[in-house]
C-alpha cells in the first residue's frame, strides 16, 4: 500500500529501547545493522539478500539506522527499502558499460576531494562515511571505507584553491554525508568557506534527515542558521520514507530558514511508477521540500538491477507536469557517463519550431501554436509604433 499518511514505526523490531536512547542520534549510529547476524535475527533474509551481504564486505559496507531499519516490510523480499540498503546477489555482477567512477569525478579533481567540474561552483567531498548505505552508490570506490580507493581530502589544500578560484560563488558539501560530523566539526568547515568573499551561496547534501532524523537537534539548526544563505539537498525515494519523525526533522530545518530540495534516484521496484513518485512528490511538498532533481542511476557497478530505461523516466515526469503542482516536478536528468555533467532529459512538449512558429502540446496532448515575435509587422501597427515613438499624443492612437 502507498503510505500518504505520516507515521512513525518506532519502535518497531526495537522494542523496550529507552525513549532518550532511540532520539539519540549517536544510539542510533551505534546500534546500525551492519552484520549478517544481526540482519537474519531480524528479518528473513533470501538467498540473494544473504549472498549479497557476504559479498558487501569488499565493495560497499552494510549499515543501516534502526531508525530506517524499521521501514522494512519484513514480509515483502521486494520492499522499496529493503531494495535501497540490504545487498544483493547481483551487486557482485558488473556489467560492461558499468564504471567504478561513473560520471567521472576523479579527473575533474583538481585536489583531492573536491570536484570541479562547473565554471562556477563545486564539490567539496567532507567524509567518506554516512549514516546509513544506499546500494547504489555513485561513489561506492570511496564512501564506507571498504571499496578499492581510499577518499584522502585535503581541507587546507582546499580552502586554498577555493580562495584563488575566484570563480567559485557556490559550494556543495557532500560526501559521504556532512551532517555525519558533530555541530563543531561542520562549523569550523562552514566558518572557513564564509570567510571566503567570493563564495556567495553553501548548500549540504545529506541523506540523515531521512536516516537519522534524531541528527536534526536544535543546536545543529541554531549552528546551521549562521551561516545563511545555505541550502540543503535531501535524498527521498520514496514516500514511506517520510516518516512523521523525518517530517518533524525537515521542519526544523525550514524554521532554520534553510530552503529544502529533494534528489531522488529513479530505482527499479522503488520509485519506477507514476503513483509513487506523484505521493512522494506531495508529501515532500507537505515537508516544505521541493522535488529539485529526479535522477537516471548512474552507471555505477553492480547497479543493473536496480536500473530504469530512461523512457520510464519521461513517463514519470510527463504523468507529474500539468497533473499536478508546478513544486512537485523535479528536472529529470542523466549525469552524462565518463563526466559530462548533468544533462536535462524532458518528455517533448515542442512539436515543431521554426522562424515563424512553434508548435507545442499541452499535458492533455491538445496543441496549440505559438507566433515567434516578428521583424515585419503588418502595416498600420508598424506606421502607429512609428507614431508613438516620435512624440505623437497616444490617445490619438488606442
Ligand atoms: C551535481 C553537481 C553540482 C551541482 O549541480 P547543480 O545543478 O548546480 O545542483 C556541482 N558539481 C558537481 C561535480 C556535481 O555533480
Given at each position: 500500500m502507498?503510505?500518504?499518511e505520516?507515521?512513525?514505526p518506532?519502535?518497531?523490531?526495537?522494542?523496550g529501547v529507552?525513549?532518550e536512547?532511540?532520539?539519540?542520534?549517536?544510539w542510533?549510529?551505534?546500534?546500525?545493522v551492519t552484520t549478517?547476524?544481526?540482519l537474519e535475527?531480524?528479518?528473513?533474509?533470501t538467498?540473494?539478500?544473504?549472498?549479497?551481504?557476504?559479498?558487501?564486505?569488499s565493495?560497499?559496507?552494510?549499515?543501516?539506522?534502526?531508525?530506517f531499519?524499521?521501514?522494512?516490510?519484513?514480509?515483502d523480499?521486494?520492499?522499496p527499502i529493503?531494495?535501497?540498503?540490504?545487498?544483493?546477489?547481483?551487486?557482485?555482477?558488473?556489467?560492461p558499460?558499468?564504471m567504478a567512477d561513473?560520471v567521472g569525478?576523479?579527473?575533474?579533481?583538481?585536489?583531492?576531494?573536491?570536484?570541479?567540474r562547473?565554471?562556477?561552483r563545486v564539490?567539496f567531498?567532507?567524509?567518506?562515511?554516512?549514516?546509513?548505505?544506499?546500494?547504489?552508490?555513485?561513489?561506492?570506490?570511496?564512501?564506507?571505507?571498504?571499496g578499492?580507493?581510499e577518499?584522502?581530502t585535503?581541507?587546507?589544500?582546499i580552502?586554498?584553491?577555493?580562495?584563488?578560484?575566484?570563480e567559485?560563488?557556490?559550494?556543495l558539501l557532500s560526501g559521504?554525508?556532512?551532517l555525519?560530523?558533530s555541530d563543531?566539526?561542520?562549523?569550523?568547515?562552514?566558518t572557513r568557506?564564509?570567510a571566503?568573499?567570493?563564495?556567495?551561496?553553501v548548500r549540504?547534501?545529506?541523506r540523515?534527515?531521512?536516516?537519522l532524523?534524531?541528527?536534526?537537534?536544535p543546536?545543529?539548526c541554531?549552528m546551521?542558521k549562521?551561516?545563511h544563505p545555505?541550502?540543503?539537498?535531501?535524498h527521498?525515494?520514496h514516500?514511506?520514507e517520510?516518516?512523521?519523525?523525518?517530517?518533524d526533522a525537515l521542519?526544523?530545518?525550514?524554521?532554520?530558514g534553510?530552503?529544502?530540495?529533494n534528489?531522488?534516484?529513479?530505482?527499479r521496484g522503488?520509485?519506477?511508477?507514476p503513483?509513487v513518485?506523484?505521493?512522494?512528490?506531495?508529501?515532500?511538498?507537505r515537508?516544505?521540500?521541493?522535488p529539485?532533481?529526479?535522477?537516471?542511476?548512474?552507471?555505477?557497478q553492480?547497479?543493473?538491477h536496480?536500473q530504469?530505461?530512461v523512457?520510464?523516466?519521461?513517463?514519470?515526469?510527463e504523468s507529474?507536469?500539468?497533473?499536478?503542482?508546478?513544486?512537485?516536478v523535479?528536472?529529470?536528468?542523466?549525469d552524462a557517463?565518463?563526466g559530462?555533467g548533468?544533462?536535462?532529459?524532458?518528455?517533448?512538449y515542442?512539436?515543431?519550431?521554426?522562424?515563424?512558429?512553434?508548435?507545442?502540446?499541452n499535458?492533455?496532448?491538445?496543441?496549440?501554436e505559438y507566433?515567434?515575435?516578428?521583424?515585419h509587422a503588418p502595416?498600420?501597427i508598424k506606421?502607429t509604433?512609428a507614431?508613438?515613438e516620435?512624440?505623437?499624443?497616444?490617445?490619438?492612437?488606442?
Open positions: 502507498l503510505s500518504t505520516f507515521s512513525s518506532a519502535p518497531g523490531f526495537w522494542p529507552k525513549p536512547d532511540w532520539n539519540s542520534w549517536r542510533q549510529l551505534k546500534n546500525r549478517l547476524e544481526q535475527r531480524l528479518i528473513e533474509l538467498p540473494s539478500e544473504r549472498a549479497g551481504v557476504a559479498v558487501a564486505g565493495k560497499l559496507s552494510l549499515a543501516v539506522t534502526p531508525h531499519f524499521n521501514l522494512i516490510d519484513p514480509h523480499p521486494n520492499c529493503r531494495r535501497q540498503v540490504i545487498p544483493r546477489f547481483e551487486e557482485s555482477l558488473t556489467m558499460w558499468e561513473p569525478e576523479d579527473g575533474h579533481m583538481p585536489v583531492p576531494g573536491l570536484v570541479h562547473y565554471p562556477d564539490l567531498l567532507v567524509t567518506d562515511r554516512c549514516a546509513s548505505y544506499c546500494r547504489y552508490c555513485t561513489r561506492s570506490r570511496v564512501v564506507s571505507g571498504a578499492e580507493q577518499l584522502r585535503n581541507f587546507e589544500a580552502y586554498a584553491y577555493l580562495a584563488a578560484h575566484t567559485v560563488r557556490d559550494v559521504g554525508d556532512p555525519l560530523f563543531d566539526k561542520l562549523d569550523g568547515i562552514l568557506l564564509r571566503i568573499p567570493h563564495i556567495e551561496f549540504i547534501g545529506s540523515v534527515p531521512i536516516f532524523p534524531q541528527r536534526i537537534t543546536e545543529l541554531a546551521l549562521k551561516h545555505l541550502w540543503m539537498s535531501v527521498v525515494n514516500p514511506k517520510l516518516t512523521t519523525e523525518v517530517r521542519g526544523r530545518l525550514a524554521d532554520a534553510i530552503p529544502l530540495g534528489q531522488s534516484v529513479l530505482l522503488v520509485n519506477d511508477d503513483a513518485m506523484k505521493a512522494l512528490v506531495h508529501k515532500l511538498l515537508c516544505r521540500v521541493r529539485y532533481y529526479l535522477y537516471q542511476l548512474d552507471l555505477i553492480g547497479s543493473s536496480l530504469v530505461p523512457k520510464k523516466g519521461v513517463e514519470i515526469i507529474l507536469r500539468g497533473h499536478t503542482t508546478g513544486y512537485g523535479p528536472q529529470y536528468v542523466i557517463p565518463g559530462g548533468k544533462v536535462p532529459v524532458n518528455p517533448g515542442v512539436l515543431h519550431h521554426d522562424a515563424e512558429r512553434v508548435l507545442i502540446r499535458y492533455e496532448g491538445r496543441v496549440f507566433p515567434e515575435p516578428r521583424s502595416t498600420g506606421e509604433v507614431a508613438v516620435s512624440g505623437a499624443p497616444i490617445q490619438d492612437y488606442v
